[in-house]
């Protein structure tokens, strides 16, 4: 998964929500990742910013300090002339995990073990933050 900006070709990796879980039309929340001054990832909601990271402090995401905790994945940024981009890997080469922003706004972190029966929560889903009701 990569989530940033390719700077010499202008495009913008982000993520965006199905309109519902059975239309894959893009709904009305994204997260993508904001280079303006110290780059950070938002979540939006239309034109609203609704959540941060924080910026890149090493590591990790400033606002997000139980990415130390995180033994099972790698966390890469990567800032250059040409692109930034932030970037996570499995350690466990027999799981696969994805990202994802629903319908509703929440950000969660999936996974399926090679062999299993589907998907599972990795990383418990965020709470909706400084969204309208």
């Known amino acids: 998964m990569k989530l940033g900006w390719n700077l010499t070709s202008h495009l913008n990796h982000n993520l965006t ?63 250059d002339r040409d692109e930034i981009y932030y970037t996570f890997n499995i350690l466990d080469r027999t799981v696969i995990s994805r990202l994802i922003v629903n319908q509703s706004g929440v950000r969660a972190q999936v996974a399926d073990e090679l062999g299993s029966k589907g998907w599972v929560r990795w990383v418990q889903e965020e709470d909706r933050v400084g969204l309208p009701k």
């Not at 059975?22 to 904001?34: E, P, R, V």
């Not at 239309?46 to 994945?73: D, H, N």
């Open 17 to 79: 929500a199905w309109i519902d879980p059975s239309d894959s039309t893009s709904g009305y929340y994204s997260m993508a990742l904001d280079v303006e001054g110290d780059p950070k990832i938002f979540l939006w909601g239309g034109a609203c910013r609704l959540w941060r990271t924080g910026p890149w402090v090493g590591q990790r995401f400033s606002g997000i300090p139980e990415m130390k905790t995180y033994s099972m994945f790698t966390f890469n940024f990567v800032m």
